[in-house]
């Protein structure tokens, strides 16, 4: 019988996991609102153009 560990099934809860403690540590360090200005920034900046292909290729809606 395999090691359930191993066993993933609908999606993998390892990385879900990892993603969401890392996601909780970030917010709190409150360094959101920095990162959300200078998001921004970038889009406004010289690579601003290029952040606004990329969005474009990967599909994802303009940012409100």
């Known amino acids: 019988m395999a090691d359930e560990k191993q066993i993933q099934g609908e999606g993998n809860y390892d990385a879900a996991r990892r993603f969401r403690e ?36 990967t599909g994802e809606q303009k940012p409100m």
């Open 22 to 57: 890392a996601e909780e540590k970030f917010i709190r360090t409150g360094e959101v609102d920095k990162k959300a200005k200078e998001a921004a920034e970038a889009l406004d900046g010289p690579e601003g153009e290029d952040l606004e292909r990329a969005r474009k290729e």
